[in-house]
Structure formats: structure tokens, C-alpha cells
């Protein structure tokens, strides 16, 4: 079965500096997806970024990126210029490539704090 | 188009008590999604449909608990004679896009405390 780790419960960064968080899954498929959502405090989860596993570039979205290794399977999300509303809790997530199975397969999350 | 919605946003009852919450997915999504989210954890797959057909419940969907999709519209989960260890987040989400380029888009979930 595919697993995700978050080992880091909590991190905080200041206003305006970077930030990485960390994630390793396991899997032996070869074709998968990876995605990082964020939840901000009661409020509903949306999906910051996603990396299909073929590609062996990184995504970017805007101040997100990812820092993709597959060989590792390490799956990290760092955030530039990071900005108050950045706060939230950020789950990374895993879903196989193939067939029918759509479901995703979620971290523990990390809890990140911005300090103003 | 205002999202996945999710009715009620919060739920108190007594345990034993059976339960349903209502899921309506962004219009026209055909794949509809429920989760459970305990404090501290991230969310767990319940169950998935495409369209009106139930294509795959986890394990952790105990006889106790059935979801609905009778039009392949809203869908609904029912929690029968629900227990203290029910008591979760209870998140829904919805897709349309082509299957290789899938995003789940969540509602904002019900919060059940089964006391």
C-alpha cells in the first residue's frame, strides 16, 4: 500500500522569507501523481500544486514550487516570499497513475505558522 | 458556480443516533469523493463515484455506514447507530476533468461529535 510522511508537525517562517516543507512517500508504481494541499483554519482544503511523476521537470505555481526526487521519493514544497495568509495546514498527497483507483492518499500534515 | 457544499456544517448527537450528511458537487462533475478527517491526521478515503455507480469504498466503511448518489447528482453518507469513535471531519470533494489531469476540488466539510 502507498504511504505519505510528514515528519515535520509544525514549522514557522517569517513574513516575506522561504520556507521548505518536507514529505516521502512510498510506492512501487511508476506512474503516479503528487499534490500539495492547503487548509487554512476552518476553511476548505484547495490544491496549491501537483507533479505527475513522468515529469522529470518541477512544478511551479506562482511563489510554490516543488522539489521533486523520484528515485528518492521525496516530494518537498517550498514557498517564497512567504505572506500571512500563507497559514495553514499543508497535506501532501499521492495517487496512482493507472486504472481506476482515483483516490487520494494524504500526509499527516504540517501545521505552518507565519510570523508577522 | 459557488463549490462543493456540504449540509450540515456541524452535527452534535447522541451516540447510537443515526446520522446523514448531504454532499452537492460542483455542477456537472461526474467523480464525487467522501473522507474522513480525524483531529490531527490527514483525510482517509471513504468512498468514490462515478456518476450514480459506487466504484470503490475503503475499509474503513463499516456496515454501519452507506453513501448514496441516486442521480448521480448530490450524494449523500449515512452513519448508522454512530459510536464516540465516529466523531471526524467528514469531507466531500468532486472532479470532471480528464482522468490523467484530475483535480479534487473539497467542500468544507461536516464535523460530527458523537457523544
Known amino acids: 500500500a502507498q504511504t505519505v510522511t510528514q515528519s515535520q508537525p509544525e514549522m514557522s517562517v517569517q513574513e516575506a522569507e522561504t520556507v521548505t516543507l518536507s514529505c516521502t512517500y512510498d510506492t512501487s508504481e511508476s506512474d503516479y501523481y503528487l499534490f500539495w494541499y492547503k487548509q487554512p483554519p476552518s476553511r476548505q482544503m484547495i490544491l496549491v500544486i501537483r507533479?505527475?511523476?513522468?515529469?522529470?521537470q518541477n512544478a511551479t505555481e506562482n511563489r510554490f514550487s516543488v522539489n521533486f526526487q523520484k528515485a528518492a521519493k521525496s516530494f518537498s514544497l517550498k514557498i517564497s516570499d512567504s505572506q500571512l495568509g500563507d497559514a495553514a495546514m499543508y497535506f501532501c498527497a499521492y495517487r496512482e497513475g493507472t486504472g481506476a483507483n482515483s483516490k487520494l492518499t494524504f500526509g499527516k500534515g504540517i501545521t505552518l505558522s507565519v510570523r508577522p | 458556480d459557488t463549490g462543493v457544499s456540504q449540509d450540515p456544517r456541524h452535527k452534535i448527537t447522541k451516540r447510537g443516533q443515526n446520522v446523514t450528511f448531504r454532499c452537492d458537487p460542483i455542477?456537472?462533475?461526474?467523480?464525487l469523493y467522501w473522507y474522513r478527517q480525524t483531529l490531527g491526521q490527514g483525510p482517509e478515503f471513504l468512498t468514490y463515484?462515478?456518476?450514480?455507480?459506487?466504484?470503490?469504498k475503503s475499509r474503513l466503511l463499516s456496515d454501519r455506514f452507506s453513501a448514496e448518489r441516486p442521480k448521480g447528482s448530490f450524494s449523500t453518507l449515512e452513519i448508522q447507530r454512530t459510536e464516540q469513535g465516529d466523531s471526524a471531519m467528514y469531507l466531500c470533494?468532486?472532479?470532471?476533468?480528464?482522468?490523467?489531469?484530475?483535480?479534487?476540488?473539497f467542500g468544507p466539510g461536516t464535523r460530527l461529535l458523537v457523544l
Open positions: 470533494a468532486s472532479s470532471d476533468s480528464p482522468w490523467s489531469q484530475e483535480t479534487q476540488y
Open positions: 507533479q505527475e511523476a513522468y515529469k522529470q
Open positions: 455542477s456537472e462533475h461526474n467523480r
Open positions: 463515484f462515478q456518476n450514480e455507480a459506487q466504484l470503490e
